[in-house]
């Protein structure tokens, strides 16, 4: 079925590193990859996306890849910052409707001093 | 504008009752969805609508019903409470620009206890 797996669940990086987070999907049809950020208690909001037409989009400090053959999608967080700390959602959309998003299952990432 | 506005913000419910919570937004978008978040997990997909009398069923539609009479308004009612029920709700919604995607806005989120 139609599914997005998200990994690491957790991903300790020291201030001023970078870190990774890899999600794969489903559905070879997919064409929509957005990346949310959730602070705790607070609702998610987006921080970038990216389309099927696009291998790579840059947003300052965070980059998306994406690997369409492949399946995958990957978010990139440069010079971590304290504030970075949250737990981040990738997901994508699901052919049988482009308005159907799906979410993996988070990843808590959490910057050390 | 205000953008999505949900209500409840809490509420404790018993095994059994029933509720409704509502949902609406101000920005005239036509994709609207819901998705509930349990303690330390990800969001899972409920329902979702493509405009005004048009709703399908998510990944975990299951004790929930939902409906569309207007752009504005997407409610979701919950029948016969379960403490499996016991989560965090979001509404959301999102303007579908082209096919290929579109961004999703969320509410502040709904938290429900069924005790």
């Known amino acids: 079925g139609e599914n997005v797996e998200q990994h690491p669940s957790t991903l300790s990086v020291q201030e001023g590193d970078s870190a990774v987070i890899k999600c794969t999907y489903s559905d070879s049809a997919s064409n929509y990859f957005p990346w949310y950020k959730q602070e705790l208690g607070k609702r998610p909001q987006l921080i970038i996306d990216i389309r099927s037409n696009v291998g790579e989009k840059k947003d300052q400090r965070i980059a998306v890849t994406l690997n369409k053959t492949a399946k995958h999608f990957s978010l990139h967080i440069t010079e971590t910052q304290p504030e970075d700390s949250a737990v981040y959602f990738c997901a994508a959309s699901i052919s049988s409707s482009a308005s159907k998003i799906i979410f993996g299952s988070g990843t808590r990432l959490s910057i050390r001093p | 504008n205000a953008g999505v506005t949900q209500t409840p913000k809490f509420r404790i419910l018993k095994i059994g009752q029933s509720m409704t919570l509502q949902c609406t937004q101000d920005m005239n978008h036509n994709y609207m969805y819901w998705y509930r978040q349990d303690p330390g997990m990800g969001l899972k997909l409920i329902y979702y609508?493509?405009?005004?009398?048009?709703?399908d069923k998510g990944e975990v539609p299951n004790g929930y019903n939902v409906s569309r009479s207007t752009t504005e308004d997407f409610p979701l009612r919950l029948e016969l409470a379960a403490p499996s029920q016991t989560s965090v709700y979001f509404c959301?919604?999102?303007?579908?620009?082209?096919?290929?995607?579109?961004?999703?806005?969320f509410g502040e989120g709904s938290w429900l206890t069924v005790v």
């Open positions: 959301a919604s999102s303007y579908d620009e082209d096919i290929s995607g579109n961004t999703i806005y």
């Open positions: 609508s493509v405009g005004a009398g048009i709703t």
